[in-house]
Nanobody, 122 residues
Framework: QVQLVESGGGLVQPGGSLRLSCAASGRTASSYTTGWFRQAPGKEREFVAHIRRSDGLTYVANSLKGRFAVSRDYVKNTVYLQMNGLKPEDTAVYYC???????????????WGQGTQVTVSS
């Protein structure tokens, strides 16, 4: 079993930055690729980024490249999502999730955190 806990969400003005954290625990947490997804009201869950456990290779959704980045701290077993140049359309609940095989598809992730709200508004 893997437990994921997100933190770092909040209210930010357009153009601002936030860093979300996803702390993982559990026997096999270190074996998983960690992904970030987001879901805005009335919309489907959307892939944001993932980072592979094996080699730290990252992948960010094309529409978010240049503004979002994902990284991890192996010692703390925590994955971060750095979000810069935030826009009102980035407003959503952000989730981290774990999968054994890197994927951009939400249904292929086995474990999910509870989500953290990000609101971009002036």
């Amino acid at each position: 079993q893997v437990q994921l806990v997100e933190s770092g969400g909040g209210l930010v003005q357009p153009g601002g930055s936030l860093r979300l954290s996803c702390a993982a625990s559990g026997r096999t947490a270190s074996s998983y690729t960690t992904g970030w997804f987001r879901q805005a009201p009335g919309k489907e869950r959307e892939f944001v980024a993932h980072i592979r456990r094996s080699d730290g290779l990252t992948y960010v959704a094309n529409s978010l490249k240049g503004r979002f980045a994902v990284s991890r701290d192996y010692v703390k077993n925590t994955v971060y999502l750095q979000m810069n140049g935030l826009k009102p359309e980035d407003t959503a609940v952000y989730y981290c999730a774990g999968t054994l095989r890197p994927s951009t598809i939400a249904s292929e992730y086995d474990y999910w955190g509870q989500g953290t709200q990000v609101t971009v508004s002036s």
